[in-house]
Each structure stands twice: as C-alpha cells, then as structure tokens.
C-alpha cells in the first residue's frame, strides 16, 4: 500500500515528537534507532526512507524540542517563566521538559548540525524572553538581551544540577527553589 505525500509528512513529524521526547528522557546515546522507530510505531527498516542518518534526526528533533519551550514561554513575564521552569514539576518531566536543560551538553558533543540548531534555539528562547519593546533605547534593549541571557543560563543550569540530584534527594529541590530566589530577587531590582 502505497503511502500518500501528506501520510508521509504526518509520519515524519511523529517521529521526530516521538525522538524529541526520547532524547530528553534518555540523551542522545541512549536511543537507538531501532527503539526510537518502534516507539513511533514503525520499522526500523522506514528510518532511512525518512531521514539521511540519526545526527538529522537529532537536530530536526532538537529544534522541535525547543520550538516548544518557546512556544510555552513566548510572551510570558520573564518571572513567570523562572517560577515555572524552575518547578519540581518540570525538574521531574524529562520527557516533556526543555531540550536545552536535557540535552544541552550532549548537544557539546554532536556534529556542527545539531549544534547549529541549539544555537537557533537559543535564540529562539531568548527572543520569546527578551521584552521586545520598539521604545527602548540602544542601551536598554542590550540590557534587556543581557538579562534574558542571564535568566536563561541560569535556569538552564539550576534544572542540569538538580536532575544530577536523586529525585528524592533534599539538595535537587534546594537547588530549584535558592536560584528561583536568586533570580527573581535579581529581576525585581532590575
């Protein structure tokens, strides 16, 4: 049974939401190709039909990944979106959670690709961040950028340190909720 154009391209985004979400929960080297088709409900066989090696899956599902963390952040108040990402709740939802805390230094060790994307993410994320304002000045929309880079690299790293932590260990939600402080009180004064 031959499959249509549009079936083709419904197949594909399925693999790469399902590799999104595998890659996070079991990094880059933890997932095979094999697993990850059978998890998406295909053959190994059709990988290749798809895509040209795993590293073009890689980062077509990286930046899938990211498109969603920005999509979730995208005109959110720079604060509630520390709260949030700094919650219990998405240290806990690997799966689900931001690609740039769960993949981020594997993303160090990939080819050039996937780096590339990473770096498109996170300026993606620093644009849904960034308050953009028409009316600022030279001077404060660097100070804005800078601030939103700040935020996010150390969001990024308070989720990384914690999930080092075992879930049950009090030193991973101490880490969420002293940079969650930090950074808020940072940003009120701001």
């Known amino acids: 049974m031959k ?30 190709v094999s697993d990850l088709m059978a ?28 498109a969603q963390t920005a999509a979730l952040s995208a ?17 806990d939802s690997r799966s689900t959670g931001c690609t740039m805390a769960a993949l981020g230094g594997d993303a160090a060790r990939q080819p050039e690709a ?17 308050r953009e304002d028409s009316a600022l000045d030279e001077v404060d929309a660097r100070q804005s950028r800078e601030q939103a880079v700040d935020a996010l690299a150390h969001v990024v790293g308070a989720i990384v340190l914690s999930r080092a932590c075992p879930d049950d260990a009090p030193l991973a939600d101490e880490i969420l909720t002293v940079c969650r402080d930090k950074i808020l009180a940072s940003l009120n004064r701001s």
């Open 39 to 66: 998890a998406a409900g295909f053959t190994h066989g059709g990988f290749y039909k798809q895509f040209a090696s795993k590293a073009d899956l890689m980062a077509e599902s990286a930046a899938c990944g990211i």
């Open 75 to 91: 005109g959110a108040d720079l604060r509630d979106f520390v709260r949030v990402y700094l919650s219990r709740e998405h240290r």
């Open 114 to 130: 996937v780096r590339m994307r990473f770096a498109e993410g996170i300026e993606c994320l620093l644009a849904a961040l960034n």
């Open 3 to 32: 499959v249509t154009k549009a079936q083709a391209q419904a197949n594909r985004a399925h693999v790469v939401e399902t590799a999104s979400a595998l890659f996070r929960e079991r990094g880059y080297d933890g997932v095979g």
